[in-house]
C-alpha cells in the first residue's frame, strides 16, 4: 500500500511539474490570443479579471492591423530577407566550420573561439560602420542592405555552432568513405552533411528567428514603410505617442510568433541536439 501511494505521489509530482512548465511555456500565446478578442474597454478597465472575457470578443483590432497598416507587406519582406540570409548563413559556415573543426593543433580552436566573439559584438556598436559602407553600395532603405547585413551576426554564431559539431562526427566515417573512392568534397557532401543535419537544422531555425526579431538594423538602414521587417513596422504604426493599440500589437506578435514555434516544436529534437552537440563536444 505504501509503495502504490508512493508511485502514485511520483505520477501526481511529475504530472503538477509538465503542468507548471506547460503553463509559464503556453501563457505568452495565451496571453497575446486573449488580447486579440479583447475589446478595447475590456484591455483597459482595471477592475476587470485580464486573464477572461467580460465583453464579446470583437475583430476589431485584427481589422485595425491588416487594414490601416501593410502587415502582409511587412510579412513577406521578413519572410524574404530570412530565407535570403538562412542560405547564406549555411554556405558560408557549413564550409567554414568544417574547416576549423579539421584543422589541427590549436588554430583550429583559436580561430574558433576568435570567430563567436565577433558574434558578441553589440549591434549598437556595428551599425554606425556599417551605415557607411550600405551608403558607399547604394542600399540604403532596400532589403538587400538587411540581407547583407544580417549575416555578420549568424554566420560567426552558426560557424562556431558548427565546429563543435562537426567535431561529434568520427573521422573513420571520411575515411572509410574514401577509401571507397569518394574524394574529400565528396564525402563531405554525402557522409558529414547527413550525419550533421540536426546541426545544420539548428543553424537555419537560430537565423531565422534571428531575422524575425532584430530591430536596430531595420529600423537604421530602411525608411520606407514598405520595407519595413514585422520587428520594426509593428511598433512604427502601432505605437503612436502615448497610444498603444495592444490588441492589434498582440495579434501580429501572435501570427508572426506562429510559424516559429510551429517549426520548434516539429523540430525540437534536433534543435536541442544540435545545441548540445555544438556547444558541449
Same mark, same amino acid.
Given at each position: 500500500?505504501?509503495?502504490?501511494?508512493?508511485?502514485?505521489?511520483?505520477?501526481?509530482?511529475?504530472?503538477?511539474?509538465?503542468?507548471?512548465?506547460?503553463?509559464?511555456?503556453?501563457?505568452?500565446?495565451? %496571453?497575446?490570443?486573449?488580447?486579440?478578442?479583447?475589446?478595447?474597454?475590456?484591455?483597459?478597465?482595471?477592475?476587470?479579471? +485580464?486573464?477572461?472575457?467580460?465583453? +464579446?470578443?470583437?475583430?476589431?483590432?485584427? *481589422?485595425?492591423?491588416?487594414?490601416?497598416?501593410?502587415?502582409? @507587406? %511587412?510579412?513577406?519582406?521578413? $519572410?524574404?530577407?530570412?530565407? #535570403?540570409?538562412?542560405?547564406?548563413?549555411?554556405?558560408?559556415?557549413?564550409? $567554414?566550420?568544417?574547416?576549423?573543426?579539421?584543422?589541427?593543433?590549436?588554430?583550429? @580552436?583559436?580561430?574558433?573561439?576568435?570567430?563567436?566573439?565577433?558574434?558578441?559584438?553589440?549591434?549598437?556598436?556595428?551599425?554606425?560602420?556599417?551605415?557607411?559602407?550600405?551608403?558607399?553600395?547604394?542600399?540604403?532603405?532596400?532589403?538587400?542592405?538587411?540581407?547583407?547585413?544580417?549575416?555578420?551576426?549568424?554566420?560567426?554564431?552558426?560557424?562556431?555552432?558548427? =565546429?563543435?559539431?562537426?567535431? $561529434?562526427?568520427?573521422?573513420?566515417?571520411?575515411?572509410?568513405? =574514401?577509401?571507397?573512392?569518394?574524394? *574529400?568534397?565528396?564525402?563531405?557532401? *554525402?557522409?558529414?552533411?547527413?550525419?550533421?543535419?540536426?546541426?545544420?537544422?539548428?543553424?537555419?531555425?537560430?537565423?531565422?528567428? #534571428?531575422?524575425? @526579431?532584430?530591430?536596430?538594423?531595420?529600423?537604421?538602414?530602411?525608411?520606407? !514603410?514598405?520595407?519595413?521587417?514585422?520587428?520594426?513596422?509593428? +511598433?512604427?504604426? #502601432?505605437?503612436?505617442?502615448?497610444?498603444?493599440?495592444?490588441? !492589434? =500589437?498582440?495579434? $501580429?506578435?501572435?501570427?508572426?510568433? #506562429? +510559424?516559429?514555434?510551429?517549426?520548434?516544436?516539429?523540430?525540437?529534437?534536433?534543435?536541442?541536439?544540435?545545441?548540445?552537440?555544438?556547444?558541449?563536444?
Amino acid at each position: 500500500m505504501t509503495g502504490g501511494l508512493a508511485r502514485t505521489a511520483r505520477r501526481v509530482g511529475r504530472f503538477g511539474l509538465l503542468a507548471g512548465f506547460v503553463g509559464f511555456l503556453a501563457f505568452p500565446f495565451y %496571453w497575446m490570443l486573449i488580447t486579440t478578442f479583447k475589446t478595447t474597454q475590456d484591455l483597459h478597465n482595471t477592475e476587470y479579471n +485580464p486573464y477572461l472575457f467580460h465583453d +464579446p470578443p470583437t475583430l476589431e483590432h485584427l *481589422r485595425t492591423l491588416f487594414e490601416d497598416t501593410i502587415f502582409l @507587406q %511587412w510579412l513577406w519582406n521578413t $519572410a524574404f530577407v530570412g530565407v #535570403l540570409v538562412v542560405i547564406i548563413t549555411i554556405v558560408l559556415a557549413v564550409p $567554414a566550420g568544417y574547416s576549423l573543426a579539421r584543422t589541427t593543433g590549436r588554430w583550429g @580552436q583559436t580561430l574558433g573561439v576568435g570567430i563567436f566573439l565577433t558574434y558578441l559584438v553589440p549591434p549598437t556598436i556595428l551599425f554606425i560602420p556599417l551605415a557607411r559602407v550600405i551608403a558607399w553600395l547604394g542600399l540604403q532603405d532596400s532589403l538587400w542592405s538587411l540581407v547583407l547585413v544580417y549575416p555578420s551576426i549568424s554566420v560567426p554564431f552558426c560557424t562556431w555552432l558548427l =565546429m563543435g559539431f562537426f567535431k $561529434a562526427v568520427p573521422r573513420d566515417l571520411e575515411e572509410a568513405a =574514401m577509401l571507397d573512392g569518394l574524394s *574529400r568534397l565528396a564525402a563531405f557532401v *554525402r557522409v558529414v552533411v547527413p550525419v550533421s543535419i540536426a546541426g545544420i537544422l539548428t543553424c537555419v531555425i537560430f537565423t531565422f528567428t #534571428l531575422v524575425f @526579431q532584430e530591430f536596430v538594423y531595420g529600423v537604421t538602414f530602411i525608411t520606407a !514603410s514598405t520595407n519595413y521587417t514585422v520587428s520594426v513596422g509593428v +511598433p512604427t504604426f #502601432l505605437v503612436r505617442g502615448d497610444v498603444y493599440f495592444w490588441g !492589434s =500589437m498582440m495579434a $501580429a506578435c501572435l501570427i508572426a510568433s #506562429l +510559424p516559429i514555434a510551429v517549426i520548434y516544436n516539429l523540430f525540437v529534437d534536433r534543435f536541442v541536439a544540435g545545441f548540445t552537440a555544438g556547444a558541449v563536444k
